[in-house]
């Protein structure tokens, strides 16, 4: 018996004692190889002593101090690094605690822009069918995961949905990619005039579709679609890296693959790499500059905005990903990967497709390959790969997902930068 409500109620997980590198062990001295960085957090393994130090150095100085009376010089110098280094430039920084809070935030900030800049009637969001932007109430209002939605169904503001871009279930064979890709922006089209352009905040995505689909790319120049329409409609473009994001993908943002600037963008996950939790929000100068210009404050904030300790953290993981060139790293270990995993499961009878970019990479599961036919939802596939895998030693993320009656299972593998050959 536990104290601590875990995630599922009627279990109680290993116990882990200790970490390093790739590796956890728990209290019975089991080792686990850890493959999928937990949930893409722990981009540079685990027990990293330079980000260690980093944080026991910050904790000596100033532990915590509230946001409403100071700033540090290590939260300073981690947004203005983060805001060199955004898509498209300069932008402003808000440091906050983890995935759904960088997304709660983000939303809010787009809906006082409007506000501060004479648009009030604007009072929605787009977002896609098979995504996930986060558990709470905002964040899992945009994201389209029945599951996790389902319960809280009454208590989730209206969002105008559209179709995800996913090739490999949804392109008939009948169409090009470029045709359907032209299909999903003309769906997205449609749905912003029939909302009314006017009564939009923004469109939110994820560039490469994380725990819902398990590393899903877009097709090549959907997302320039998106910014166009964005643009036309005067809508802001709001993409969620919170899994994606900070060198995952073999760029410090997956969306510069895409050669597209959005209006906000939010990361977590691997910005703290695990060793702090903390997210950030990058909004474009101008979005920050009209609440500056107008009220002046933007009525949001938590106790925790801005944690000095999380912010060393966040530093610390980002210098070392620029000193050892861990993109290149994560782009050719990536490839690595993709083409050992195409080697062992590129003809296995159930493995429907093996995709994603750098470190982040997918394997859909399929009852029939050739008909790309699920496995039934009563097989619970993906739970039960979870529990064979650690079983083995093996920490993956498999996810499994019941959208429009249809159900898919993936697996997710997302290696900390650092991963070995042998491993
Ligand atoms: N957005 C995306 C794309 C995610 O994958 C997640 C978490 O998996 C979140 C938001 C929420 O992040 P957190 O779990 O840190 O709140």
Do not use: W
């Not at 107008?294 to 210098?319: D, E, M, N, R, W």
């Not at 993709?338 to 009878?349: I, M, N, V, W, Y």
């Amino acid at each position: 018996m536990t104290s601590i409500m875990h995630r599922h109620l009627r279990q109680t997980p290993v116990t882990a004692v200790g970490a390093s590198g790739l590796s956890i062990t728990d209290s019975a001295g089991r080792r686990y190889l850890d493959a999928s960085g937990g949930a893409a957090v722990s981009s540079l393994g685990h027990g990293h002593p330079e980000v260690l130090a980093a944080v026991h150095a910050q904790l000596d100085k100033v532990a915590y101090a509230h946001t409403a009376f100071f700033t540090t010089e290590v939260a300073e110098e981690l947004a203005m690094r983060l805001a060199f280094n955004a898509p498209g430039g300069e932008s402003e920084v808000y440091l906050c605690s983890g995935g759904s809070e960088a997304m709660e935030t983000a939303l809010k900030l787009a809906r006082q822009y409007f506000v501060e800049t004479g648009q009030p009637q604007r009072g929605r969001f787009i977002a896609r069918r098979q995504s996930y932007h986060g558990n709470t109430l905002g964040a899992l209002a945009v994201g389209g995961n029945e599951l996790r939605r389902k319960a809280f169904a009454p208590l989730l503001m209206d969002v105008v949905r559209v179709a995800e871009c996913y090739e490999y279930r949804n392109r008939p064979e009948t169409q090009t990619r470029d045709q359907y890709t032209t299909v999903l922006l003309d769906e997205l089209e449609q749905a912003i005039v029939r909302a009314g352009p006017e009564t939009l905040i923004g469109f939110v995505a994820e560039p490469v579709v994380g725990a819902t689909l398990g590393a899903v790319p877009p097709t090549p120049g959907y997302f320039r679609g998106v910014r166009a329409l964005c643009d036309k409609y005067g809508i802001l473009f709001i993409a969620d890296e919170v899994m994606c994001g900070m060198g995952r993908c073999g760029t410090l943002y997956a969306i510069e693959q895409d050669g597209v600037v959005p209006d906000i963008v939010t990361v977590a996950k691997g910005l703290g790499a695990g060793y702090q939790p903390i997210g950030a929000v990058l909004a474009r100068k101008y979005i920050a500059q009209a609440i500056r210009a107008g009220s002046g404050i933007f009525q949001h904030g938590h106790t925790y905005i801005g944690h000095p300790c999380a912010a060393a953290a966040a530093l610390a993981v980002q210098k070392i990903i620029e000193r050892d060139k861990l993109l290149d790293v994560v782009k050719a270990r990536g490839a690595t990967l993709r083409a050992l995993l195409r080697e062992a499961f590129g003809s296995h009878p159930h493995v429907g497709d093996i995709r994603g970019r750098g470190l982040f990479l997918g394997l859909e599961l399929v009852e029939d390959r050739i008909s790309r036919r699920p496995f039934p939802a009563a097989c619970k596939l993906h739970a039960a790969v979870k529990v064979a895998a650690f079983e083995r030693g093996l920490i993956v993320y498999p996810m499994g997902g019941t959208i429009d009656g249809e159900r898919g299972d993936h697996v997710l593998l997302a290696p900390p930068f650092i991963v070995s050959d042998g491993e």
